[in-house]
T-cell receptor, first 110, second 113 residues
Framework: SQQGEEDPQALSIQEGENATMNCSYK?????LQWYRQNSGRGLVHLIL?????REKHSGRLRVTLDTSKKSSSLLITASRAADTASYFC??????????FGAGTTVTVRA | NAGVTQTPKFRVLKTGQSMTLLCAQD?????MYWYRQDPGMGLRLIHY???????AKGEVPDGYNVSRLKKQNFLLGLESAAPSQTSVYFC????????????FGSGTRLTVV
């Protein structure tokens, strides 16, 4: 089944720096979503970008989508300790179900 | 609102035992999903439901059964637990499939010994 692949697998940054992670996928999609998972918790939906959109913002989050390259990026600006989490991209090829990647683990150092 | 509630939060089973995981949502969502999360493999879809009384297979349905007798509840059953089913199980719901973000429960950590 289709699945996004995040890159890098792990990322360590200093508080205040920006964090960028990428997601690549294999076939055409209706939308792409990003989720955050804090240690030992469930996933939390961050942002959804449709296939006809190129960029979307939500607070300190910026998501881009390049359907020609089948890739997306998530930028977290001015990172905080509370941003320490795993981030997952999920692709929607149809109406019913999402396919998730393996995630990027982000550690924000104080 | 509680959102999506999963019970139990932790469970240890012996090989061959059966159990049922319960997922309850209070948001009147039509779609519900069961995923399992294993290290380095992301989330894999086990079964899903597009409405009360419906169920469908996901990527890894073998060894699991589901039921959606009431709109707010989605049950995941393990008929005869195996060590390979040791995982963290997440339930999620959505108002209308993938056009919305999913709301996830906090997970059930299952160990089969």
């Amino acid at each position: 089944s289709q699945q996004g692949e995040e890159d890098p697998q792990a990322l360590s940054i200093q508080e205040g720096e920006n964090a960028t992670m990428n997601c690549s996928y294999k076939t055409s999609i209706n939308n792409l979503q990003w989720y955050r998972q804090n240690s030992g918790r469930g996933l939390v939906h961050l942002i959804l970008i449709r296939s006809n959109e190129r960029e979307k913002h939500s607070g300190r989050l910026r998501v881009t989508l390049d359907t020609s390259k089948k890739s997306s990026s998530l930028l977290i600006t001015a990172s905080r300790a509370a941003d320490t989490a795993s981030y997952f991209c999920a692709t929607a090829a149809g109406d019913y179900k999402l396919s998730f990647g393996a995630g990027t683990t982000v550690t924000v150092r104080a | 609102n509680a959102g999506v509630t999963q019970t139990p939060k932790f469970r240890v089973l012996k090989t061959g035992q059966s159990m049922t995981l319960l997922c309850a949502q209070d948001m009147n969502h039509e779609y519900m999903y069961w995923y399992r999360q294993d290290p380095g493999m992301g989330l894999r879809l086990i079964h899903y439901s597009v409405g009360e009384g419906t169920t469908a297979k996901g990527e890894v349905p073998d060894g699991y059964n589901v039921s959606r007798l009431k709109k707010q509840n989605f049950l995941l059953g393990l008929e005869s637990a195996a060590p390979s089913q040791t995982s963290v199980y997440f339930c999620a719901s959505s108002p209308a499939g993938t056009i919305h973000g999913y709301t996830f429960g906090s997970g059930t950590r299952l160990t089969v010994v």
